[in-house]
């Protein structure tokens, strides 16, 4: 397996990470066991870089990892690293109500995780969005006394802007930002990952395949689930999921002339932008995670990069990643 290292703080980690939401909610019914093989295999892969969030499921996604690691060998259990998200606020039907921030909070959220986990200590820790009510600096900094204590290893964020990242980049050292990046979300091109890289904090991308509207394998007549949440996003409706589609028609020709998949091309393609940013596939499957695990084999050269250029440029995606409300909370969007 290749090796990434999360900035100039952060943790070697395998080059491709896997996000394991997707096991537990939101992309409609889950397979428990075939979930637990899943992470087996990405384990036995070499996949180091467990990613989750204490809401997934209501904690479900956490006891999952759990259980994948209890039943796995010891060497691939001691090499595995957990990074989770906290702070989201849930209701009994599985709504969002907000996300909280606040130090104490923050430190509840960490013992509840650990003792899903089953581990003592937590790889990498963010707040999932910033709440708006507490400034970032207190966050961080209960974060940073989790660290002390030895609870957590790594400081990270998700979806953050360049002021919000480099306020709690001078109140401790910050591994890595969890934010979308793909061929078509390429917003932090513009001020987010430079100053990333200017405060040398690397890049966990998520979204890689955009819920796997660019993996090759979604298609115009297919019928969601009521509780798939894709049914609600903007890029996979009417006019916008057909505009959408045909871009990955042209990046599909892309694909077939270096005779690979379009996931892989899709995943290439980010791993190629830069030795700081580690994507994360988001496999539920065994057969889609060694699909993933295939663009590691991938080369693109400069005419290939120019190629799908021109198939996706940036911007060419229809509608918004998230809902209007939920892009409400999205400190990067700002």
């Keep these: 397996m290749q090796t990434r290292t999360l900035g100039t703080t952060g943790p070697q980690t395998s080059a491709l990470g896997l996000g394991c939401m997707g096991m537990s909610a939101l992309y409609g019914d889950t397979d428990r066991s075939e979930s637990i093989a899943t992470l087996h295999a990405a384990l036995d892969a070499g996949v180091t870089l467990l990613d989750t969030g204490d809401f997934y ?8 990892i759990n259980e994948a690691l209890r039943t796995a060998p010891a060497a691939a259990r001691e090499k595995a690293q957990i990074s989770v998200k906290f702070g989201a606020l849930r209701t009994v039907e599985g709504g969002f109500t907000g996300y909280d921030g606040r130090p104490n909070a923050v430190k509840n ?10 581990t003592d200590h937590i790889d990498i820790y963010r707040i999932a969005r910033v709440d708006p009510d ?11 006394e989790l660290v002390e204590a030895g609870h957590v290893r790594h400081i990270g964020l998700s979806e953050v802007g360049a002021e919000t990242l480099r306020r709690a980049a001078a109140v401790a050292p910050i591994s890595d930002l969890q934010i979308e990046y793909s061929l078509i979300s390429r917003g932090i091109e513009e001020a987010i990952l430079p100053t990333a890289r200017e405060l040398g904090i690397g890049v ?3 979204g890689v395949l955009s819920r796997g ?15 798939d949440f894709r049914g609600m996003s903007p890029r996979f409706q009417g006019e916008n999921l057909d505009r959408n589609l045909d871009l990955v028609d042209a990046l599909r020709k892309i694909a077939e002339q270096k005779g690979v998949s379009v996931a892989q091309t899709a995943i290439a393609w980010v791993l190629a932008r830069g030795e700081d940013i580690v994507p994360l596939v988001g496999a539920r499957r065994r057969d889609r995670l060694t699909e993933a695990l295939g663009a590691l084999d991938v080369t693109l050269d400069s005419d290939d990069l120019s190629a799908i250029e021109r198939a996706v440029p940036p911007g060419a995606a229809a509608g918004d990643r998230y809902p ?10 700002r």
């Design 57 to 64: 499921g209501m904690g479900h996604n956490e006891l999952l």
């Design 134 to 144: 507490v400034p970032i600096e207190e966050t961080v900094g209960a974060i940073a």
């Design 109 to 118: 959220f960490a013992a509840y995780s650990l003792q899903r986990l089953g």
């Design 204 to 206: 966990t991308a998520y």
């Design 213 to 227: 509207l660019i993996s090759g394998h979604f298609s115009r007549d297919r019928k969601l689930a009521a509780n």
């Design 324 to 333: 209007t409300d939920q892009m409400a909370h999205l400190d990067s969007e």
